[in-house]
């Protein structure tokens, strides 16, 4: 009967562990595994991932290409053989907002444009930031409308009027 004072491992399951610097009989003394001298050898001897000994790293030799720009945009494409598979009780308009909302769309963007790979046979008012002409004419065919949307962009500053000055 298996009790819990009686379990042990299986034969060959565990490992004696490596007792480093145990002296000469060990099998692991005097150098501990560490080899002769050197910086390797020495307590804290190890240097950083990429030095290579004092000469220009790899990741400094090799050029810089490109740039992160921080003001992309990005635009989710749909096209009109996706938006026929939609129900147009459920989706009154179809916008970005609406897409991302009923996870249509996955991930982060700040337009919507619609292609017109695809056909359409249901009616749709859909209002987007770009819209190919023969997606148009597919959607208008199938009883729907379309409104292109101003595409979002930086807003201008307010310009200060001449001549005012502060006064104390």
Known sequence: MLQLNTIKAHPGATHKKKRLGRGAGSGHGITSGKG?????????????PGFEGGQMPLYR?????GFKNIGRRSNAVINLGELNRL???VFKEVTLEALVAANVIKG???RLTVLATGNIEKAF????????ST????????????????IPGPQPRAKKAKGSKKSK
């Not at 002769?36 to 950083?48: F, N």
């Not at 030799?61 to 290409?65: A, Q």
């Open 61 to 65: 030799r090799l050029p810089k290409r």
């Open 125 to 132: 008012v859909v209002k987007a930031h770009r819209v190919s």
């Open 87 to 89: 129900d147009p009780k």
């Open 108 to 110: 982060r963007f700040d």
């Open 135 to 150: 997606a148009q004419e597919k959607i208008k065919k199938a009883g729907g409308s379309v409104e292109v949307l101003p």
């Open 36 to 48: 002769e001298k050197g910086q390797l050898a020495r307590s804290g001897g190890s240097v950083r």
